[in-house]
Each structure stands twice: as C-alpha cells, then as structure tokens.
C-alpha cells in the first residue's frame, strides 16, 4: 500500500482530523491534565483563507493516516523576514510513523521555503518526542518552553 501525501483544504479533512483528536491528545494529555482538545477552527479557517495556513494529509487507500500544518507569518523578531510555525500534527500509531511525519515536515519545509520563510519552527513533548525526525532532518533546538497552568493553582506574585 501507498502513502499519497497532499496539500488540502482543511474542509476536506476536518472531520478526519477531529476523529484522531483523541489518540492524538492522550499522547499529549500528560503534560494537559484534564483538558481535552478543542481546536479553534475558526481561526484555522481565516488563516488558510489569508493564505497563512496550510495543511498536508498523509492517506493510504484515501484514509487518512496523519496531518501536518503549518501558520506563516511576519516574523515578530526580524521585521523583514517569513517565520512559520507547526499548528498540533499526527501520525496515527504504526510501524513506518517516523517516516510518514518525516516526509511531511519535509515537504512543509519545502513549501515554506518556497514561500519565502526564513525561520520554521515545530513543538515537540518529551512524552510524545518527534525530537529524532527533526535532527535528521536537519533542526535543532533553540528553546524549552514552560508553561504556567493559570487555571489551576495561583501563580506568585512579584515581589
């Protein structure tokens, strides 16, 4: 069987997408908690019409296997340059997985590249570590993120 990778509308695979929701967030729940994921399709939607989004989808015999998007924009530190940055991705769990989000952050570095971006970034957890793909594929680490749950318990004050 083959993988056909393609960019679409978000439209067409959508619903595809919502159905992974939950495999995909409990890979990532456990630095969640509770929450659960709800996309803003909204603003997905109005970017991709500002042709500032975009979607690839990984199928094998028209089912979708795994997604990948990407958000461009004018860079916030270097006014003259395109950054882009990796919106949540996925690959359904199985044994060629590593390879099938390789060939699609390949081919949406490409399309960054093509579109003029400088600087593109993707988010990785440790507990769901895409760390090994993007090494071979030529990133590195600028950043370690940290995230405050402001819902959950007060944040202290400055002093």
Same mark, same amino acid.
């Given at each position: ?7 679409? *509308?978000?439209? /067409?695979? &959508?619903? $595809?997408?919502? =159905? ?53 924009? *004018?860079?916030? /530190?270097? &006014?003259? $340059?395109?950054? =882009? ?75």
């Amino acid at each position: 069987m083959t993988i056909v990778y393609a960019r679409e *509308p978000l439209a /067409s695979a &959508k619903a $595809e997408i919502d =159905a992974t929701l939950p495999a995909m967030w409990a890979e990532m729940a456990e630095g969640f908690g509770d929450e659960r994921a709800e996309p803003n399709w909204k603003l997905y939607f109005t970017a991709e019409a500002r042709n500032a989004a975009f979607l690839l989808t990984a199928r094998e015999d028209g089912v979708l296997v795994g997604y990948f998007g990407m958000l461009v924009y *004018p860079n916030l /530190s270097l &006014k003259n $340059e395109l950054a =882009a940055s990796a919106t949540p991705y996925y690959v359904v769990p199985r044994r060629d997985r590593g390879l099938i989000l390789r060939s699609l952050i390949r081919h949406a570095i490409t399309i960054c590249q093509r579109a003029g971006v400088r600087k593109a970034t993707v988010k990785t957890h440790p507990w769901a570590s895409a760390e090994p793909v993007l090494l071979h594929l030529g990133a590195r680490e600028v950043a370690r993120d940290f995230m405050f749950d402001l819902a959950v318990r007060e944040v202290k004050e400055a002093v």
